[in-house]
Structures are given as C-alpha cells and as structure tokens.
C-alpha cells in the first residue's frame, strides 16, 4: 500500500472568535498560505517520527538548546499524532468497531507559524485524524458532522489544551463558514457555508512570528 499524505490549512477567524468557547456565533476560513501535512506509512509497529526542528532531542550544544526551546517549544507535534491516534481508537471501540492490527508510521510538517492563533496544532491532528479513516477504511463509521467534536477531545480531553470547536469545524468543513455553537445544537455546532466577494478579495494577515 502506497503512502497517504493528508493536508489542512490554517484557520483566520473573521468574526466572533474566540465566541466559540462561550457559545456564540462566528465566520472562519481557511488560508492556502499555511499549511500542516501528516505522511502515514504502512509498517509492521505503529511509529511516529519526530520532526527535526520541532521535536528536537539532540542538540551541539547547551547554548543551542536555551536558544532553540523558547523558540520551537518544547512539546512538539508527535504527543499531537499520538493522542490522535488514542481518540481515533477510542471513538471506534464506542462504536463497536474492532480495527485490524496493522501498524504505521506517522510524521508530520507545518509551516504555520508557532503560537500566532492560525491553528497550527489543530491542523496536524486533523491531517493526521485524516490519514487514519483512510488507512482503516472507516469514512462510513466517522461523517464530517462527528469530525469536529472527536477533533476536540484530542487536545482538550486527552493533552488538557484549551481549545475550541471552531478550528475543527472549519478544518473539516474547509471553505468560509458561519458557525453557531449555541447549546441547542446537538453535535455543539451548527454550520452553514458563506458565500462572500471577501473569498476572492486580497486579506492581508499580520502575526507574530
């Protein structure tokens, strides 16, 4: 079986963020510019390969590592892989689905910028969710409207990361989306596609980098 590679893109919160958290409403989309892409292999054990810049355990010298860690962190993307994998385990033991021993290796690359609000880290949990319900076979068992909330529980339950619905629900979704998270909602979200000029208009985007 030949590799899959899964890509998602970061998140601009237009309006309403971070209302998400407290049941409001908001308008998100997507941005090409950025990006974070999770490779699955096939393999005898199931691995995770550590990026080399932002999952460093080796260094020349102490100098270095004072310098790299406030920098890159020091908990990169691989716990991010991991705990996905455990959820995406997990959600389907609830559902009653027995899935086969076959092991993979998972890595991962990200040029969205660190701690700049673009949702990096929900982008490598989703590609890397993404790859998985490939590799099993199970798009069936796991639709889209379910995606978000099993998204969530990654970082929130599994890592203790205050996060929120909304960079999952656009990440699933993709597009420019308006989204409700009023208690009402069943799945903790309602969502509808936005059709705007601002779409095919020029955004210019400041963050810290």
């Known amino acids: 079986m030949p590799p899959i590679t899964k890509r998602s893109y970061a998140r601009i919160g237009l309006l309403g963020n971070p209302s998400d958290g407290y049941n409001g409403k908001t308008i998100s989309l997507l941005i090409s510019n950025f990006h974070a892409e999770v490779t699955l292999r096939p393999h005898v054990q199931v691995c995770f390969e550590p990026h080399p810049t932002l999952d460093m355990l080796q260094f020349d010298t102490l100098d270095s590592l004072a310098h790299t860690c406030p920098r890159n962190g020091y908990c990169g ?9 455990k959820r995406f ?3 389907m033991e ?3 689905h027995k899935l086969p021993s076959k092991g993979f290796t998972l890595s991962y690359t990200t040029n969205i910028p660190r701690q700049s609000g673009l949702s990096g880290s929900s982008a490598i949990v989703c590609a890397a969710l993404n790859c998985l319900i490939e590799y099993f076979g199970v798009e ?11 998204l969530l529980s990654v970082e929130q339950d599994e890592l203790g990361i205050t996060a929120g619905l909304q960079d999952r629900v656009i990440q699933v979704l993709g597009g420019m989306v308006y989204m409700d998270f009023g208690k009402k909602h069943k799945l903790g979200f309602d969502a509808k596609y936005v059709q705007s000029e601002i779409i095919d208009s020029k955004l210019w985007l400041g963050y810290a980098d």
């Open 77 to 85: 993307g691989v716990r991010l892989l991991q705990a996905c994998c």
């Open 89 to 91: 385990f997990d959600h």
């Open 94 to 96: 609830l559902k009653d």
């Open 140 to 150: 069936n068992l796991l639709p889209l409207e379910e995606r978000p909330k099993l």
